[in-house]
């Protein structure tokens, strides 16, 4: 498809393997426009009967979404308005849609950094979808750290997951490995990285309709290498902390508690953008009530709102450009964020017979 991501067909079995080591495979819009292209594809092609995503590189499935391009083209107008920039969020999120609702078994192999667009590349629907963990992977939404909110469907599956879970994960931007993403339902199977090879190798001998039962068969004896989920022994901390009713009540609650987990929470949550964490906690509370369609619609009204704001661009100015690790939010302070800075992310942007995603079903 392009030189970044490569395809070929394995007995019925559509394998695609993102190829942009140094880039950690972070997306871009002709790795977008390549993978839909070939699911589309492969959607009709009765020869594929299975896909797997895989990565040329144990360091990264996906880091995200290239987010020097979103700094790049977000600077080409003073509201954010770049074509490239428009498109490139369209065309994700549609994916995003193609990949969740896809009608044949969507095999995700999470080894290594999945974040953000990885995310939204690995989690499959929830009828045909199969996603591994190995030891290597540290899988996060960390949008907030960028001034951005966890979009690619974040909405959907954080707000899905059990308890509280989702807010923690979508307003602290932590990092979880393996038995955690398990216990929060964003994984499905362990596999240890050194048996990586011998699971592609069954994909080679295994007929694609047969394929996700032979993964599962095969990761069963490595089920407890996964290791102990630590999201699961501070359940608990994080229902009666994150269920608090706005993000200055969660980050009060958590500053009366000693636990070091509670701590490490706060401790992160006072480095992201104030106001992106409380687009975030409302977003989160919306998208709960929400299909995977409406789920995007929304994001994508945000996205623009965002880059409109421009709190992502000096995000990004702060992590990856001048590397100076000083964002200066705006407002710089959760007691600077009103409600009616919340409520003009949700503002729709376009009437419903003209929003870029108004044909997802």
Known sequence: MTDTVLTRVANRTG??????????????????RALSAILLQWKEDAGVEAVVITSSSEKALCAGGDIRFFHEMGRVTPMG????LEDFFTEEYALNHLIHFYPKPYIAVMDGVVMGGGMGIAQGGPDCGLRIVTERTKMAMPEVNIGLFPDVGGSHFLSHAPGQLGQYLGLSGLTIGAADALYVGLADV???????G????????????QLPQAIRDFAAPFAAQAGTSELQAQRGVVDAHFGAASVGAIMASLARDENP???KALKAMRQRSPLMMCVTHELLQRGAALGVADCLRMERNLVRRNFEHGEVLEGVRALVIDKDNQPRWN????????????????????????HPLRHLA
């Not at 308005?81 to 490239?84: E, N, R, V």
């Not at 011998?198 to 309709?209: Q, R, S, Y």
């Open 190 to 196: 362990f596999v240890p990285g050194a048996e990586l």
């Open 331 to 354: 407002p710089p302070t959760l007691e600077g964020v009103t409600q009616e800075m919340v409520d003009r992310f949700f503002e729709p942007v376009w009437p419903d017979h003209a």
């Open 15 to 32: 394998v695609i393997t993102l190829d942009r080591p140094k880039a950690l495979n972070s997306l871009s819009l002709d790795m977008v």
């Open 81 to 84: 308005g770049s074509a490239l």
């Open 261 to 263: 987990f509670a701590q």
């Open 198 to 209: 011998a699971l592609m190798a069954l994909v080679e001998v295994t007929p694609g309709a």
